[in-house]
Nanobody
Framework: QVQLVESGGGSVQAGGSLRLSCAAS????????MGWFRQTPGKEREGVAA???????SYADSVKGRFTISKDNAKNTLYLQMNSLKPEDTAMYYC?????????????????????WGQGTQVTVSS
């Protein structure tokens, strides 16, 4: 089992940057799929980015070229670097994780089934 705690959200002007962090505890970090979701009222939940145990990454089309997902296995921490932020990026951002062969190798496409979730961190982008 894994506990996830997000941090780093806040308010920023359009065009600015934020770096989100997700601290994981309870199991071997390096063997997990990990990813970021975002949710805002009136919109469907969107998978933003995912990273596999081998470091392979995938992104939603809406954030490609602007966001970067990474992890530090020694610190058991996941990151989301968000650059060139737009007002439409405003949302609650959630960290999620999963382990096992069901998820490994296809982390982004299986994010909806990840069993471990954090409480979220709010990102607000103003124009």
């Amino acid at each position: 089992q894994v506990q996830l705690v997000e941090s780093g959200g806040g308010s920023v002007q359009a065009g600015g940057s934020l770096r989100l962090s997700c601290a994981a505890s309870g199991d071997t970090y390096s063997r997990y799929c990990m990813g970021w979701f975002r949710q805002t009222p009136g919109k469907e939940r969107e998978g933003v980015a995912a990273i596999d145990s081998d470091g392979s990454t995938s992104y939603a089309d809406s954030v490609k070229g602007r966001f970067t997902i990474s992890k530090d296995n020694a610190k058991n921490t996941l990151y989301l670097q968000m650059n060139s932020l737009k007002p439409e990026d405003t949302a609650m951002y959630y960290c999620a994780a999963a382990a096992g062969d069901t998820f490994r190798g296809r982390c982004f496409s299986t994010m909806h089934a990840f069993p471990y979730w954090g409480q979220g961190t709010q990102v607000t982008v103003s124009s």
